[in-house]
């Protein structure tokens, strides 16, 4: 699979992509500037499919096992990565914009970002799409932004994934919760403040762009309440 980028953030990506030697990512083929050969998916299982039809718990402990390998230490230092902070400069605008649950989760974000633990090399868009199928590879991920900082932030986007049905379905976000935090090993409120903070960004983007926001605000809305219960 040749990919080609064209924007910055792309490029960024595939150098993070080589840096995991094939370690819970597609294996780097070639590289040169913005063009990156990538091994092929040749598997039929979707992930996205296992969420709508009854396997919910099944694809988020997937992708948490994948993640747990993409933040796995290694003995070479990572290429440059944009800091989280950078990434979420557009969440503020936005929130003295529009207020309500963007004022909410632009003040979480500030509260975490000041306070990042466990710094790693972070993927960026971890969602069902990004986690395929390799057959006898097994699952591994694709397509990262390249960021660095708190390795809790990988696992927020999954939750407004893989579509507005699953997403607002009654008690989802509170049972993956409970599912991604314990195969993650994460604190189940700081995990929900990311949710919150990602949702939120997200959400800005959406707007900005001339998107439909309404899962990304609705996902927020629903982690807010349960922060607040």
Not at 3 to 12: I, N
Not at 139 to 145: R, V
Not at 191 to 202: D, F, Y
Not at 214 to 225: D, F, K, N, R
Request: with cysteine; charged share 25%; hydrophobic share 50%.
């Amino acid at each position: 699979m040749l990919k080609v980028a064209l924007e910055a953030e792309e490029e960024v990506g595939g150098a993070l992509m080589e840096w995991w030697g094939g370690e819970g990512a597609a294996r780097v083929l070639a590289i040169e500037r913005n063009a990156i050969l990538l091994e092929r998916a040749q598997g039929k299982a979707s992930l996205a499919d296992f969420a709508r039809h009854g396997r919910d718990d099944e694809a988020s402990r997937i992708i948490c096992a994948v993640v747990t390998k993409l933040h796995a230490p290694r003995t070479e230092p990572p290429p440059y990565l944009v800091p989280l902070q950078r990434w979420f400069r557009e969440l503020k605008p936005a929130a003295a914009a529009h207020g309500g649950i963007l004022a909410a989760s632009a003040a979480t974000a500030r509260e975490l970002l000041a306070a990042q633990r466990e710094v790693v090399a972070l993927h960026g868009d971890i969602h069902h799409g990004n986690i395929l199928d390799f057959g006898e590879r097994g699952w591994l991920a694709i397509d990262p932004k390249g960021l660095i900082g708190e390795r809790g932030f990988d696992y927020a986007n999954l939750f407004c994934n893989p579509d507005y049905e699953t997403a607002s379905a009654p008690g989802r976000l509170a049972c993956q919760i409970e599912v991604v935090a314990g195969t993650a090993r994460l604190e189940r409120r700081r995990l929900l403040e990311w949710v919150l903070a990602w949702a939120g960004l997200s959400a800005a983007w959406h707007m900005g762009d001339g998107t439909p926001p309404e899962t990304a605000l609705l996902v927020a809305e629903i982690a807010a309440a349960q922060l607040s219960v």
